[in-house]
């Protein structure tokens, strides 16, 4: 009771200085249902995230090291010059611990991660409800029926806001309370049809509907690519060498979270499709707190996902190794949770940045959005969460992601400075951009996956909005065509029982991001794009907190971060899961297709001497004609008919696909 009395004593002193910190846009939640009013005494998780410095200079040095002409292409920075670069400045750190303390917070409850990144509190609602001047309640998932805390808008002293970026529980919701339901991966994108989409056709498209012997000016082991995608289809489409080369430091990755692959399915695909690869080869597989893989083929976890990026990237560049990145335990990476914490604990373990405060009994150093590790659950991962622990590949391909709308804009730009250090020491981050055209799937996180009062306001990919990741769309061959034909974008009509009709084309994910704005490598691109090729939709330029997304009947940021950068093929593409060969088309595929091309190029760079390619973007927008440029369809979703393939840049398929000579010789060219 003392601590109470003196603890609001001192609140009401400093009250008349508070300020707005971050309001929620009641619009654009309509996934949840705010409930009761949090109990005084619940204990709230309370995260302090921590504005770093120099993120501008960061992405300055970012776009120096990726800059063909700049003189310090490849220079990429260690871990250690990156924490260095970014820990937020000591009296930033000292000023909320002040705060904290004289608002009556035990020092001895009061943690601060490693990086100092974070500062963690376990406090009661009553305590956190004062301090931030904030009524916290329990949200409920319309969907799943999980439950949450945060509230609609809070506050912060006047001389701290510009030290802290965002709090939690807050805007955004504390982790699940109760967690029930099982997520979809990026490729189906919901819970009505998870995974990358098949076909009930069990071989493929037959060839019987071409004209007797046609196309019989084609290698045997490529007549048939159209819809029946193998390896060697993959090989010719982008002129890829076979593969031969296996050295020390061109391992590539691939993220994984709540699919597993089965080693039988694999071994099956390896016989069948790439019988270079020895049927019993094995992924590296680094379990981050907790992931398991293997698993049986007949799991139900083994929703074929995994089993296709293992398959394409091991057939692409076997005998290089792969490493499967496994995140999170059973029990959380299948929760409804993770649908909101897709990269965290991830990056936790890859860059140990983030990680490394304990505080009553509770480990880990991200908002209490995040797994809390030593995990009581009986699947749980016992042990503490793994910061730093783990090397990252060069290149890494993750078939993940949601809706931007779905976070705040703190915590995605948060992340998004995550990413960007990646890139600062040499790592190339490949994410898909989705595979709903203009909008997201069903429930992300609207019904209908668009947003505004109608419904036809574009719905941005997260994190593809991120300007320092490479975001890949998707192509595709017709099942009539050959890999003589130019691509298109993709587009599938995938029809089919418990599909709402909204949803039955389901085509390359593009667009523009409401809290990025178009990077200076991309200006060009997009600009030329909307002098020639606009298609007059109304548009919007998103404000400082995105909160007026579709204003004025826009239907997209105008001023946004354009998406995809670069695409690849991913349908109609032969697939073994639970031991049934199937054909499968998903936007996923396209990714460790690109991650594949990238490995190939960083080898040959190795052999000569040189570092890898990093990130790309800068030096892709600056060399356009390495790419296929890809001309034919488009992304309709949001009621509309979504943007058109062009020539140049399209927010559909990006600059193209790939055309590895040339990308080859242009990156061996450069220092
Ligand atoms: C702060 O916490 C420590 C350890 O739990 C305890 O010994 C101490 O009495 C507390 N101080 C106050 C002022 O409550
Ligand atoms: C490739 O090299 C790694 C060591 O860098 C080794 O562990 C792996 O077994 C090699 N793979 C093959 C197929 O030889
Ligand atoms: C975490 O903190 C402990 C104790 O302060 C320290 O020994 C350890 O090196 C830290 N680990 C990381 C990854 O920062
Ligand atoms: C391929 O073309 C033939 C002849 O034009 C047509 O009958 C068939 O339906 C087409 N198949 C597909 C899958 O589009
Ligand atoms: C253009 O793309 C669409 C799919 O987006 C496809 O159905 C059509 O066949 C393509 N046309 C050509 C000429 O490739």
């Avoid at 948060?414 to 799937?441: A, D, P, Y």
Wanted: hydrophobic share 30%.
């Amino acid at each position: 009771m003392r601590f109470f009395a003196v603890f609001f004593a001192t609140v009401s002193a400093v009250r008349a200085s508070h300020v707005l910190h971050e309001r929620r846009e009641a619009s654009i939640h309509h996934a949840w249902r705010q409930g009761e009013r949090v109990q005084a005494d619940a204990i709230v998780p309370l995260r302090i995230a921590l504005k770093q410095t120099n993120l501008d200079a960061g992405a300055e040095k970012l776009n120096a090291l990726s800059h063909p002409d700049s003189e310090y292409y490849g220079k990429h920075l260690s871990v250690e010059e990156v924490d260095d670069l970014f820990a937020p400045a000591e009296h930033s750190i000292d000023s909320v611990r002040e705060w904290l303390i004289q608002s009556g917070i035990n020092e001895t409850a009061i943690a601060h991660s490693y990086s100092r990144g974070w500062i963690a509190a376990n406090i009661p609602a009553k305590v956190a409800e004062g301090l931030f001047h904030a009524k916290l309640y329990e949200y409920e998932s319309i969907k799943t029926g999980s439950i949450r805390m945060g509230c609609h808008e809070y506050h912060l002293p006047a001389h701290l806001v510009d030290y802290v970026d965002y709090v939690t529980p807050g805007v955004k919701l504390s982790a699940a309370l109760k967690k029930r339901v099982k997520r979809g991966r990026f490729g189906g994108g919901s819970s009505h049809h998870g995974g990358p989409y098949r076909r009930p056709n069990g071989h493929g498209y037959p060839p019987h509907h071409f004209p007797p012997g046609w196309p019989g000016n084609l290698p045997e082991d490529v007549r048939y690519c159209g819809g029946n995608m193998t390896p060697p289809c993959w090989r010719y489409l982008y002129k890829l060498p076979f593969p031969h080369i296996n050295d020390s430091v061109n391992a590539a990755g691939v993220f994984e979270q709540g699919d597993y692959f089965a080693q039988s399915d694999t071994s099956q695909y390896f016989q069948k499709y790439a019988p270079y690869v020895p049927s019993d080869y094995s992924p590296q597989v680094v379990s981050v707190d907790g992931g398991q893989a293997p698993v049986a083929a007949d799991d139900p976890n083994n929703g074929g996902g995994s089993d296709g990026d293992i398959d394409i990237l091991t057939s692409l560049i076997y005998p290089q190794s792969v490493v499967v990145y496994q995140v999170d335990d059973a029990n959380y990476a299948s929760q409804e949770l993770s649908k909101d914490n897709l990269f965290n604990t991830f990056l936790d373990a890859v860059d140990g940045s983030y990680c490394n405060y304990s505080a009553y009994g509770i480990t880990g150093d991200s908002p209490g959005i995040d797994p809390t590790y030593p995990d009581p659950a009986p699947d749980g991962y016992k042990g503490q969460r793994q910061c730093g622990a783990y090397k990252l590949t060069r290149v890494l391909s993750i078939g993940y992601g949601s809706a931007e709308v779905d976070f705040p804009k703190n915590y995605v730009q948060r992340q998004c400075n995550e990413f960007m250090k990646l890139g600062l020491q040499g790592h190339t981050i490949l994410i898909g951009s989705g595979s709903f055209g203009v909008g997201n799937g069903p429930g992300v996180p609207t019904p209908s996956g668009c947003l505004g009062a109608q419904g036809n306001v574009f719905n941005p990919v997260y994190p593809v909005g991120c300007p320092w990741v490479t975001s890949v769309g998707t192509t595709m061959v017709g099942p009539n065509q050959t890999v003589n034909d130019p691509e298109s974008a993709y587009q599938i009509d995938m029809s089919g029982p418990g599909l709402p009709d909204a949803f039955k084309y389901i085509s390359s994910g593009g667009g523009f991001s409401n809290y990025f704005s178009t990077p200076d490598y991309q200006k060009r691109a997009v600009s030329e794009w909307r002098r020639f090729h606009d298609p007059g939709y109304p548009t919007y330029v998103a404000n400082a907190d995105a909160s007026n997304i579709g204003a004025n009947g826009g239907r997209y940021n105008r001023a946004g971060r354009g998406y995809p950068d670069i695409s690849a093929t991913g349908a109609y593409f032969h697939t073994i899961v639970n031991g049934e060969d199937d054909i499968s088309s998903s936007t996923t595929h396209a990714i460790p297709i690109v991650a594949s091309v990238i490995t190939l190029i960083n080898q040959q760079r190795t052999l000569a001497g040189k570092g890898p390619v990093g990130f790309l973007n800068t030096a892709l927008y600056n060399n356009p004609w390495m790419l296929n440029d890809i001309t034919n369809g488009s992304n309709a979703n949001c009621q509309s008919g979504g943007f058109k393939a062009v020539q140049g840049w399209d927010p559909i398929t990006g600059l193209g696909t790939p055309n590895y000579p040339k990308m080859l010789k242009y990156f061996m060219s450069l220092p």
